[in-house]
Every structure is written in C-alpha cells, then in structure tokens.
T-cell receptor, first 118, second 114 residues
C-alpha cells in the first residue's frame, strides 16, 4: 500500500515551453501533497505544499506564477513548469500525506520526474 | 549555517561492515527525525522514524538521536551490496499548522562492495 506515482518519469522540452507533471496517490487519499526539487548531489528542497481544494503554499524564493500547482482531487496534484528555462532542469519529486494521519512519517514519495530543458 | 548538515561522502565499505551515517542540525524545534534511502533516480523510501531522543532498532538498522548534541545517527549492521544507495536524514518540527514540513540533509552516497 501507500504507492505514489508520477508521470512522466522523464521529460525533455525546449526552452520557453510549459511542462506538466502529475502526482497520484494510487491506493490512498491524500489531502496534502508536497512538491520537492532535487539538484544533483543536493538535498531535496521543498517547493510548495498543496492542499486539496485550496491554493498551494509556496516556500520562500519559489515563484508561484512559474510553478503552477493544482490539487483538484484527493488523489491527484499537478505541477506545471511554465516557460521553462535550462536552469529549471532538475529532478522533481512529489510526496503525498495519508489523509487522517498528520505525522511526519506518513509522507510517501513518488519516483520523481527528471526534467531537462534544452 | 544550514539547518541540517550531512556529509555527502561518498562512503565505500566492504560487505558485512558496520556503517555509521550522521547528521547534525541547528534548529532546536526539530522533534521528529527520519532516515530515508534513495536509489539512483528514484524517490526516497522511509527507513526509520524516531520521535525525540533515544534509540530505535529495526532489523539491521539502528537510529540514534541525541537532542542535547543536535546529532542523529543511522547504523547499518552486516551491510549488503543491496544497501548501496544515498541515505538522507530528514527532520521536522512539531505541527502548529506547519504540516510537518520535512527538512532534508544532502544525503550520503554509500557503496557496499561485495
């Protein structure tokens, strides 16, 4: 149980285009989902917290107009990187928190999406 | 000073060795401590979860937390080649509406050689 999927697993796009990444909790409901970014040999950095049915909360320094987050259902959150640039190339990982289990260890991570912007 | 410091390694050990991985932190509000394992190009997988100070054992893995020193450790006994991965420490403060946000260390790359 507690499986989180991400799609696509890898995407290559041209500079200036937009890319959408999906995060799904497959066998549980997640009121809260988190989006992280991980550069090579760096830590996971939280970008935003997404709550179903409400606006996402962005971390300091993350542009909300560039990284659009939609959490339309209890099993799906999407991250859209708008007008992508080469510096946006990174590994994007989502996690989903089991609804009704508000503990730090109930975040389940997806397999990540490798974004390369040419 | 970063909130969480972790030596990135790499760390290379022979099969069967005891591995010690460590993190230090500066935020005294952290009360929840976790260790994640991340294989190359995959998402993190929770290994150990500890609340406050003390030790916790699960099979070959032991997690230790020393809040007075702001220092946490993960020990792996009888290490196996399949343990080769990046190990990330993560910490969280009490809720208070914080959604239990996780702060990660950089991760230590471990290779266990057969």
């Amino acid at each position: 149980g507690a499986v989180v999927s991400q799609h696509p697993s890898r995407v290559i796009c041209k500079s200036g285009t937009s890319v959408k990444i999906e995060c799904r909790s497959l066998d549980f409901q997640a009121t809260t989902m988190f989006w992280y970014r991980q550069f090579p040999k760096q830590s996971l950095m939280l970008m935003a917290t997404s709550n179903e049915g409400s606006k996402a909360t962005y971390e300091q320094g993350v542009e909300k107009d560039k990284f659009l987050i939609n959490h339309a259902s209890l099993t799906l959150s999407t991250l859209t990187v708008t007008s992508a640039h080469p510096e946006d190339s990174s590994f994007y990982i989502c996690s989903a928190r089991l609804t009704g289990a508000p503990r730090p260890d109930t975040q389940y991570f997806g397999p990540g999406t490798r974004l390369t912007v040419l | 000073q970063k909130e969480v410091e972790q030596d990135p390694g790499p760390l290379s050990v022979p099969e069967g060795a005891i591995v010690s991985l460590n993190c230090t932190y500066s935020n005294s509000a952290f009360q929840y401590f976790m260790w994640y394992r991340q294989y190359s190009r995959k998402g993190p997988e929770l290994l150990m979860y500890t609340y406050s100070s003390g030790n916790k054992e699960d099979g070959r893995f032991t997690a230790q937390v020393d809040k007075s020193s702001k220092y946490i450790s993960l020990f792996i006994r009888d290490s196996q080649p399949s343990d080769s991965a990046t190990y990330l420490c993560a910490m969280s403060a009490t809720s208070g509406g914080s959604n239990y946000k996780l702060t990660f260390g950089k991760g230590t790359l471990l290779t266990v050689n057969p």
